[in-house]
């Protein structure tokens, strides 16, 4: 079975803290996705990485960055946390393979930027 | 500009009968669909999967339909089940790039009421 992790399922901070959200993939996927989900907009993707060290910008980057140092490990990170970042994020990851597109979901965790 | 759109925020049925989610999209460019089902607090789950070379697939109770022509697709779940009662998000896909990202639509809210 695909196992995606993310590192808190729920986790409260200041604003204006920095902000780290990890996330580990056990099945070599080379793709990993950033996602976050709110009411009534569905999943929007934040960033994405098709290879260790590789990123690009997804649908609404701004306000975060990410690295991957490793093939396995994709971090989402808030330079400065604002409370128009209070979301459930979610982290995927996927074959870079045209059959197999299946994206696969970490449990979530919930951010709430007080 | 929302590329793929699930137009029913909700959708209520009873226990044993059919359910039907719907989809649209406006890229032609896409070329695979998934169905995905979340519960409140947990990340998505991958149900079911077409290529744009077929016009349906069917796993067990869930079924997808495509139609090309019409930019649409339906899951059919039957007979529905109270454990099915999640969010429902549709995704599209193209193959012109080399990670294939998937764009989400909103979402559909489906209630089984026993």
């Known amino acids: 079975d695909v196992k995606v992790t993310q590192s808190s399922r729920y986790l409260v901070k200041r604003t204006g803290e920095k902000v780290f959200l990890e996330c580990v993939q056990d099945m070599d996927h080379e793709n990993m996705f950033w996602y976050r989900q709110d009411p009534g907009l569905g999943l929007r993707l934040i960033y994405f990485?098709?290879?260790?060290?590789?990123?690009e910008k997804g649908d609404i980057p701004e306000g975060y960055s990410v690295s991957r140092e490793k093939k396995e490990r994709f971090s989402l990170i808030l330079e400065s946390a604002s409370t128009n970042q209070t979301s459930m994020y979610l982290c995927?990851?996927?074959?870079?393979?045209?059959?197999?597109?299946?994206?696969?979901f970490g449990p979530g965790t919930r951010l709430t930027v007080t | 500009d929302q590329q793929v759109k699930q137009n029913s925020p909700s959708l209520s049925v009873q226990e044993g009968r059919i359910s039907i989610l719907n989809c649209d999209y406006t890229?032609?460019?896409?070329?695979?669909f998934l169905w995905y089902k979340k519960y409140p607090a947990e990340g998505p789950t991958f149900l079911i999967s077409?290529?744009?070379?077929?016009d349906k697939n069917e796993d067990g109770r869930f079924t997808v339909f495509l139609n090309k022509s019409a930019k649409h697709l339906s899951l059919h779940i039957v007979p529905s089940q109270p454990g099915d009662s999640a969010v429902y998000f549709c995704a599209a896909s193209w193959s012109g790039g080399s990670n294939y990202k998937l764009t989400f639509g909103k979402g559909t809210l489906l209630t089984v009421n026993p």
């Open positions: 990485s098709y290879d260790v060290k590789m990123k």
């Open positions: 995927a990851s996927s074959f870079s393979d045209r059959a197999l597109r299946e994206q696969y």
């Open positions: 077409i290529s744009s070379i077929k």
């Open positions: 890229n032609s460019m896409f070329d695979y």
